[in-house]
């Protein structure tokens, strides 16, 4: 076997085992739900932020069952070939993440400090699909409350998805591909670069590249 195949197998096998990986959360998220006990998924929120200290985001890409709601939803409106509205202002974005994560300490506080009966577990998984009907993907992403807990915690993290600005072609691909949005170009270039905050470690990129610039690496 050469190394362009193995290469390729490789990203067949880590391609599979996010599909597994999501899945099994997700059976983990419908039995809790089923069992009236959704709050005990705050636990996995918690090993998540831990996770990301060194690893990136792995939840977001592996283990939120919004997240993999959202890439069914998106693999039916691609063959739909229907189209959601983008949200491109980066300041708009920034101001409804800063309320969001502000409501998201508040509810928590009210939850925990002052007995009150909100799931905000399942609140959120509802503003998440409902944002997702109308609107790209990458919205949700960028405004969820705990994505944007893990957006910090990751920031310390010692393996992340690297772009190789010597390799990239500028062909674009991979920017398409995203689901976050963390993918932009260079101001002075098409040669692209990732920002490792955004970014969910889905591995999508990598798949697509087609000269292999991209990888998971320390
Ligand atoms: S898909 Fe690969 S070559 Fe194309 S822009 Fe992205 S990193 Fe560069
Ligand atoms: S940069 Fe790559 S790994 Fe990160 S979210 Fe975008 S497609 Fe996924």
Redesign the pocket.
Known sequence: MNDQSLKEGLKITKSRLRLLSEIIFLLIFSFMFWQGNIQAWALFWVVGIAVSLVFSRLYCGWVCPIGTFMRLQSWIYDKLNLRRYSVSSSAFITVLRLLFVAAFFAGMYAVRGLGWQLNIIMILVGAGLISSFFLSEDFWHRVCPHGTVLYVSTSPSKFSMN??ED?????????K?CPSGA?TSREDS???KINNNECLTCHD?EK???????SYSS
Do not use: N
């Open positions: 772009l190789d390799i990239c072609t500028g062909c674009g691909l991979c920017e591909t993918i098409e040669i692209r990129c697509v590249c087609p000269v292999d610039a991209i």
